[in-house]
Protein backbone atom coordinates (compact mmCIF):
# COMPACT_ATOMS: atom_id res chain seq x y z
CA UNK A 1 0.00 0.00 0.00
CA UNK A 2 1.34 3.59 -1.03
CA UNK A 3 1.33 5.40 2.04
CA UNK A 4 -0.51 9.03 1.95
CA UNK A 5 1.67 12.15 1.28
CA UNK A 6 2.02 14.40 4.78
CA UNK A 7 -0.13 17.51 4.83
CA UNK A 8 1.61 20.50 3.33
CA UNK A 9 3.30 21.94 5.69
CA UNK A 10 2.95 25.57 4.85
CA UNK A 11 -1.22 25.15 4.35
CA UNK A 12 -1.67 25.69 7.89
CA UNK A 13 0.48 25.61 11.65
CA UNK A 14 -1.74 22.07 11.74
CA UNK A 15 -0.62 20.82 8.62
CA UNK A 16 3.31 21.71 9.78
CA UNK A 17 2.21 19.86 12.99
CA UNK A 18 1.05 16.88 11.42
CA UNK A 19 4.17 17.37 8.91
CA UNK A 20 6.95 17.12 11.75
CA UNK A 21 4.85 13.99 13.39
CA UNK A 22 5.72 12.07 10.72
CA UNK A 23 8.76 13.00 9.34
CA UNK A 24 10.06 12.75 12.98
CA UNK A 25 8.33 9.59 13.36
CA UNK A 26 10.43 8.06 10.40
CA UNK A 27 13.84 9.58 10.86
CA UNK A 28 13.46 7.52 14.34
CA UNK A 29 12.67 4.26 12.34
CA UNK A 30 9.56 4.49 14.40
CA UNK A 31 6.17 2.55 13.01
CA UNK A 32 2.55 4.16 13.60
CA UNK A 33 2.17 1.00 15.70
CA UNK A 34 5.38 2.21 18.01
CA UNK A 35 4.78 5.81 18.30
CA UNK A 36 0.68 4.68 19.50
CA UNK A 37 2.31 2.90 22.22
CA UNK A 38 4.16 6.18 23.59
CA UNK A 39 1.57 8.33 22.67
CA UNK A 40 -1.34 5.56 24.34
CA UNK A 41 -3.10 5.31 21.27
CA UNK A 42 -3.40 2.85 18.32
CA UNK A 43 -2.05 2.79 14.82
CA UNK A 44 -5.37 4.48 13.32
CA UNK A 45 -5.28 7.26 15.77
CA UNK A 46 -1.76 7.92 14.75
CA UNK A 47 -2.54 8.22 11.05
CA UNK A 48 -4.89 10.22 11.49
CA UNK A 49 -2.75 12.69 13.58
CA UNK A 50 -0.61 12.22 10.83
CA UNK A 51 -2.79 13.80 8.23
CA UNK A 52 -4.39 16.53 10.29
CA UNK A 53 -7.38 15.05 10.67
CA UNK A 54 -7.21 14.37 14.86
CA UNK A 55 -4.92 17.54 16.44
CA UNK A 56 -2.19 16.08 19.59
CA UNK A 57 -3.17 17.72 23.03
CA UNK A 58 -0.12 19.25 25.58
CA UNK A 59 0.74 15.71 27.11
CA UNK A 60 1.13 14.02 23.90
CA UNK A 61 2.78 17.23 22.30
CA UNK A 62 5.20 16.76 25.81
CA UNK A 63 5.51 13.03 25.10
CA UNK A 64 7.04 13.63 21.65
CA UNK A 65 9.22 16.42 22.71
CA UNK A 66 10.67 13.96 25.56
CA UNK A 67 10.94 11.10 23.07
CA UNK A 68 12.81 12.69 20.69
CA UNK A 69 14.96 15.60 22.21
CA UNK A 70 12.97 18.65 20.11
CA UNK A 71 13.22 20.92 23.40
CA UNK A 72 9.70 21.74 23.06
CA UNK A 73 9.07 21.61 19.05
CA UNK A 74 6.32 20.15 19.29
CA UNK A 75 4.60 22.33 22.51
CA UNK A 76 5.56 25.02 20.47
CA UNK A 77 3.58 24.02 17.40
CA UNK A 78 0.69 23.22 19.34
CA UNK A 79 0.67 26.59 20.93
CA UNK A 80 1.03 28.49 17.90
CA UNK A 81 -1.76 26.35 15.62
CA UNK A 82 -3.98 27.03 19.00
CA UNK A 83 -3.99 31.05 18.29
CA UNK A 84 -3.60 30.53 14.72
CA UNK A 85 -6.64 31.95 12.10
CA UNK A 86 -6.35 28.15 10.29
CA UNK A 87 -6.79 28.94 6.48
CA UNK A 88 -8.13 25.39 6.28
CA UNK A 89 -10.82 25.89 9.69
CA UNK A 90 -13.66 25.46 7.74
CA UNK A 91 -13.26 22.05 6.49
CA UNK A 92 -11.71 20.88 9.74
CA UNK A 93 -15.65 22.98 10.94
CA UNK A 94 -17.37 21.26 8.84
CA UNK A 95 -16.23 17.46 8.65
CA UNK A 96 -16.69 17.90 12.49
CA UNK A 97 -20.14 19.37 12.63
CA UNK A 98 -21.22 16.48 10.50
CA UNK A 99 -21.08 13.82 12.89
CA UNK A 100 -21.12 15.76 16.23
CA UNK A 101 -23.66 14.36 18.49
CA UNK A 102 -24.38 17.42 20.23
CA UNK A 103 -23.87 21.27 19.31
CA UNK A 104 -24.08 24.34 21.55
CA UNK A 105 -24.36 27.58 19.82
CA UNK A 106 -24.55 30.88 20.20
CA UNK A 107 -25.00 33.30 18.09
CA UNK A 108 -24.73 37.26 18.72
CA UNK A 109 -25.43 38.64 15.19
CA UNK A 110 -26.69 36.08 12.53
CA UNK A 111 -28.74 32.94 12.66
CA UNK A 112 -26.78 30.06 13.03
CA UNK A 113 -25.37 28.65 9.14
CA UNK A 114 -27.66 25.53 10.38
CA UNK A 115 -30.82 26.97 10.17
CA UNK A 116 -30.14 29.77 7.83
CA UNK A 117 -32.53 29.83 4.65
CA UNK A 118 -30.49 30.45 1.39
CA UNK A 119 -31.48 33.81 0.61
CA UNK A 120 -30.72 34.84 4.16
CA UNK A 121 -27.18 33.29 3.34
CA UNK A 122 -27.08 34.84 0.40
CA UNK A 123 -27.16 38.35 1.80
CA UNK A 124 -24.99 37.12 4.52
CA UNK A 125 -22.25 36.03 2.01
CA UNK A 126 -22.74 39.32 -0.46
CA UNK A 127 -22.67 41.44 2.77
CA UNK A 128 -19.69 43.44 2.88
CA UNK A 129 -17.25 41.56 1.90
CA UNK A 130 -15.93 40.49 -1.74
CA UNK A 131 -17.33 36.74 -2.50
CA UNK A 132 -16.22 34.91 -5.57
CA UNK A 133 -18.06 32.18 -5.82
CA UNK A 134 -21.77 32.34 -3.37
CA UNK A 135 -23.55 29.73 -5.08
CA UNK A 136 -20.39 27.49 -3.73
CA UNK A 137 -20.44 29.08 -0.86
CA UNK A 138 -24.73 28.77 -0.48
CA UNK A 139 -24.14 24.91 -1.27
CA UNK A 140 -21.63 24.13 1.21
CA UNK A 141 -24.18 26.02 3.51
CA UNK A 142 -27.31 24.04 2.41
CA UNK A 143 -24.97 20.59 2.59
CA UNK A 144 -24.05 21.04 5.73
CA UNK A 145 -27.74 21.51 7.60
CA UNK A 146 -28.49 18.09 5.86
CA UNK A 147 -26.95 16.80 9.46
CA UNK A 148 -29.97 18.07 11.07
CA UNK A 149 -32.22 15.25 9.00
CA UNK A 150 -29.71 12.16 9.14
CA UNK A 151 -30.98 8.98 10.64
CA UNK A 152 -29.02 9.87 14.13
CA UNK A 153 -29.14 14.07 14.26
CA UNK A 154 -26.91 15.98 17.01
CA UNK A 155 -28.75 17.66 19.21
CA UNK A 156 -29.16 21.57 18.59
CA UNK A 157 -28.91 24.15 21.14
CA UNK A 158 -29.35 27.91 20.19
CA UNK A 159 -28.68 30.48 22.08
CA UNK A 160 -29.47 33.95 20.13
CA UNK A 161 -29.51 37.34 20.77
CA UNK A 162 -32.36 39.46 20.52
CA UNK A 163 -30.58 41.90 17.84
CA UNK A 164 -30.19 38.38 15.39
CA UNK A 165 -33.69 38.26 14.95
CA UNK A 166 -34.68 42.39 14.57
CA UNK A 167 -31.53 42.58 12.52
CA UNK A 168 -32.70 43.15 8.96
CA UNK A 169 -31.48 41.35 6.20
CA UNK A 170 -32.13 41.88 2.34
CA UNK A 171 -35.82 42.56 1.42
CA UNK A 172 -38.41 42.17 4.39
CA UNK A 173 -39.75 38.72 2.47
CA UNK A 174 -35.74 37.31 3.19
CA UNK A 175 -36.20 38.36 6.75
CA UNK A 176 -39.73 37.28 7.48
CA UNK A 177 -39.17 33.78 5.67
CA UNK A 178 -35.88 33.43 7.58
CA UNK A 179 -37.66 33.63 11.12
CA UNK A 180 -40.45 31.90 9.68
CA UNK A 181 -37.68 28.78 9.20
CA UNK A 182 -36.61 29.68 12.12
CA UNK A 183 -40.14 28.61 14.49
CA UNK A 184 -40.26 25.52 12.03
CA UNK A 185 -36.83 24.70 13.18
CA UNK A 186 -37.57 25.39 16.83
CA UNK A 187 -40.07 22.86 16.78
CA UNK A 188 -37.94 19.38 15.61
CA UNK A 189 -37.42 16.97 18.47
CA UNK A 190 -33.54 17.32 17.98
CA UNK A 191 -33.26 21.44 18.17
CA UNK A 192 -34.07 23.91 20.79
CA UNK A 193 -33.86 27.63 20.25
CA UNK A 194 -33.84 30.03 22.93
CA UNK A 195 -33.28 33.97 22.40
CA UNK A 196 -31.30 36.14 25.12
CA UNK A 197 -33.61 39.47 25.20
CA UNK A 198 -32.39 43.13 25.15
CA UNK A 199 -33.74 43.66 28.23
CA UNK A 200 -31.22 41.47 30.28
CA UNK A 201 -28.56 43.82 29.31
CA UNK A 202 -24.75 43.24 29.43
CA UNK A 203 -24.35 39.38 29.27
CA UNK A 204 -21.43 37.10 28.51
CA UNK A 205 -21.89 36.60 24.80
CA UNK A 206 -21.16 40.03 24.02
CA UNK A 207 -17.56 39.06 23.68
CA UNK A 208 -18.03 36.86 20.42
CA UNK A 209 -20.78 34.07 18.94
CA UNK A 210 -18.59 30.87 19.44
CA UNK A 211 -20.25 27.30 19.02
CA UNK A 212 -19.46 24.10 20.80
CA UNK A 213 -19.06 20.57 19.26
CA UNK A 214 -19.61 17.23 21.27
CA UNK A 215 -18.32 14.39 19.30
CA UNK A 216 -16.97 11.21 19.85
CA UNK A 217 -13.40 11.57 18.85
CA UNK A 218 -13.40 14.71 21.35
CA UNK A 219 -15.11 17.91 21.87
CA UNK A 220 -13.88 20.79 19.33
CA UNK A 221 -15.07 24.67 19.71
CA UNK A 222 -15.25 27.27 16.99
CA UNK A 223 -14.61 30.89 18.10
CA UNK A 224 -15.55 33.57 15.50
CA UNK A 225 -13.06 36.36 16.06
CA UNK A 226 -12.67 39.73 13.40
CA UNK A 227 -11.01 38.80 10.74
CA UNK A 228 -11.66 35.00 11.19
CA UNK A 229 -12.13 32.59 13.51
CA UNK A 230 -10.48 29.19 14.96
CA UNK A 231 -11.35 25.68 16.41
CA UNK A 232 -10.68 25.28 19.79
CA UNK A 233 -9.35 21.50 20.83
CA UNK A 234 -7.85 22.51 24.22
CA UNK A 235 -9.98 20.48 26.88
CA UNK A 236 -9.52 23.77 28.87
CA UNK A 237 -10.45 26.84 26.35
CA UNK A 238 -13.42 23.96 26.10
CA UNK A 239 -14.85 23.47 29.48
CA UNK A 240 -14.47 27.44 29.43
CA UNK A 241 -16.70 27.87 26.83
CA UNK A 242 -19.00 25.33 27.98
CA UNK A 243 -19.15 27.62 31.18
CA UNK A 244 -20.31 30.86 29.01
CA UNK A 245 -22.79 29.21 27.30
CA UNK A 246 -24.16 27.95 30.33
CA UNK A 247 -23.54 31.74 31.88
CA UNK A 248 -25.33 33.33 28.37
CA UNK A 249 -28.34 30.37 29.04
CA UNK A 250 -29.02 31.83 32.50
CA UNK A 251 -30.53 35.39 30.27
CA UNK A 252 -32.37 33.72 27.79
CA UNK A 253 -36.21 33.17 27.63
CA UNK A 254 -37.95 29.65 27.79
CA UNK A 255 -38.82 28.18 24.48
CA UNK A 256 -41.92 29.04 24.16
CA UNK A 257 -41.60 32.78 24.84
CA UNK A 258 -38.51 32.66 22.72
CA UNK A 259 -41.01 31.77 19.79
CA UNK A 260 -43.48 34.23 20.82
CA UNK A 261 -40.84 36.62 20.66
CA UNK A 262 -39.25 35.55 16.87
CA UNK A 263 -43.08 35.28 15.84
CA UNK A 264 -43.95 38.71 17.07
CA UNK A 265 -40.72 40.19 15.05
CA UNK A 266 -41.94 38.34 12.02
CA UNK A 267 -45.32 39.94 12.32
CA UNK A 268 -43.65 43.12 12.69
CA UNK A 269 -41.67 42.83 9.60
CA UNK A 270 -43.59 45.11 7.14
Known amino acids: MVAKPSPDPMSSMW ?22 RVLGCVKST ?18 LDTLWNTYG ?11 ANDPDWI ?26 TREYARQVFTSGSDVDDVDELLEARM ?12 RLWVLLDEGVINRPAGCPEVMRDQLARLLEESKRPNVSVRVVPRSCGLHAGLGGSFKILYHELGDVAYSEAQFGG ?26 GPSRDLIEQNMEAIS
Not at 46 to 62: N, P, Y
Not at 104 to 110: R, Y
Request: glycine residues 4%.
Open 15 to 36: SWLAHDLRLYRMRAKMTQDDLG
Open 46 to 63: VSRLEGAQLQIDEKQAAK
Open 73 to 83: HFARLLAFARR
Open 91 to 116: KQHAEFEAKATEIKTFEALLIPGLLQ
Open 143 to 154: LRQEALTRPKPP
Open 230 to 255: RLVVSNTEVRGLTVRYDRIGAHALPE
